[in-house]
């Protein structure tokens, strides 16, 4: 567990799955990602028991995820992730936090919390968020948090009636 001045940040696992589903439900989440809600909580259980493994299945990866919890409190906020391309000494990282938060900072606390938690203990060299050109929201955090847009990386968006551009943010770090 990971603890932050509000929040704790539980490893996932299979139990999580039912205080989680109600916030996933949300749509409003899903305007910037190419996902969508889980369809049950059947479903829901079985990817968290996948990503509680915390291993890929080639090995190549870890999958770290931590579900937020407001300290005090018995709901969640949302969850944060952290995919540690263990080649590469580098890490991707994404939240999803229920719109019901937005714009408290949770996520940017979040964040911060777990990359000053993986980057020692994989000896990550640097860490990259992926983000639709379109949300502000996301890339005012990540920039807060010192991530740098690679002017050399823009995707097509693959989000269903959306054509444009996706960017990669980068954050060096020091090993």
Known sequence: MIKTVRMFLEPVTEAHAPKMLAGLRDERAYRFIG???????????????????????????????????????????????????????????????????????????????????????????????YIDARNARSIRLVEALNFKRDEHHVAEDTLPDHVGAEYLYVLPLEI
Not at 53 to 61: A, H, L
Request: hydrophobic share 45%; charged share 20%.
């Open 35 to 129: 996902e969508e809600p889980p369809e049950s909580l059947e479903q829901l259980a079985a990817r968290y028991a996948l990503l509680a493994g915390k291993i890929s299945p080639n090995g190549k990866e870890v999958w770290l995820n931590w579900m937020l919890r407001r300290r005090g409190q018995d709901f969640y906020l949302g969850y944060v992730q952290a995919t540690v391309i263990l080649a590469e000494q580098a890490a991707m990282v994404a939240y999803h936090l229920f719109p019901a938060y937005w714009g408290n900072g949770f996520a940017r606390e979040a964040e911060k919390s777990i990359i000053a938690t993986i980057g020692p203990a994989y000896r990550l060299r640097e860490v990259r968020a």
